[in-house]
Every structure is written in C-alpha cells, then in structure tokens.
C-alpha cells in the first residue's frame, strides 16, 4: 500500500521560504512522477508542480512565478519543494500526490490516486 508522509509546513513570514518533504513507501518511488497541490482558504484544489520518473520538473507557472523548485532523491524515495519569497496568497494546505501507474504524469488532481495527509503552510504579511 502507498503511503505519502509530508513535513515540514509551519508559520513562515511573507519573503520567507520553506521546505516541504514527502516520504513514500509502498511502491518503487524511482519509477513513478510525484506532484505537489494545494489548497487556500475557500479555493479549488491547485497543481503546483510535479516531477517525473526521470527527474524533470514541470510548473504550474501562474501561481509558481519562478519561487519554486520541486526535486527529488530517489535514495530517500523523497521528493521536496523549496518555496521562496513566500507571499501570503502563498498560504495554504499542501499535499504530495503520486499516480497509479508508473511513468505517467499528471496535471488534474482526479488522475492522483494517493496523497499525503498533507501540511499546512501559512504564510503572515
């Protein structure tokens, strides 16, 4: 069974910047994409950023504006997201997100089929 476990979400002051982390277990985390979300107060479920099984990252562009750098260390089977110069529109409930199937990549939250408990980032002005 996959499991996803994040860490690292906390009060952060606006132009600050975090690290968010996510464990995996349960599947061969080398062979799969893994994707970020999140959620703000009242707001629909975003993609933020994904990478795939290779290592290439993809970006929601609108919202990322060049803050975030989603990576991963397929040793720790962990992918992170570094967020920086953090604004308060940046506030919000972050989860990891992997696939089903292996070697595929997502952008619709529907398509995720495991998700971490997630982590809740805000960010004050």
């Known amino acids: 069974q996959v499991q996803l476990v994040e860490s690292g979400g906390g009060l952060v002051q606006a132009g600050g910047s975090l690290r968010l982390s996510c464990v995996s277990s349960?599947?061969?985390?080398?062979?799969?994409?893994m994707a970020w979300f999140r959620q703000a107060p009242g707001k629909e479920r975003e993609f933020v950023a994904a990478?795939?099984?290779?290592?290439?990252?993809r970006y929601n562009l609108d919202s990322v504006l060049g803050r975030f750098t989603i990576s991963r260390d397929n040793a720790k089977n962990t992918v992170y997201v570094q967020i920086n110069s953090l604004d308060p529109e940046d506030t919000a409930f972050y989860c990891?997100?992997?696939?089903?199937?292996?070697?595929?990549?997502?952008?619709?939250?529907?398509?995720?089929?495991?998700w971490g408990q997630g982590t809740q980032v805000p960010v004050s002005s």
């Open positions: 990478i795939d099984w290779t290592g290439t990252p």
């Open positions: 349960g599947h061969t985390f080398w062979d799969y994409a």
């Open positions: 990891c997100a992997s696939p089903r199937l292996p070697e595929t990549l997502e952008y619709d939250s529907s398509r995720y089929d495991y």
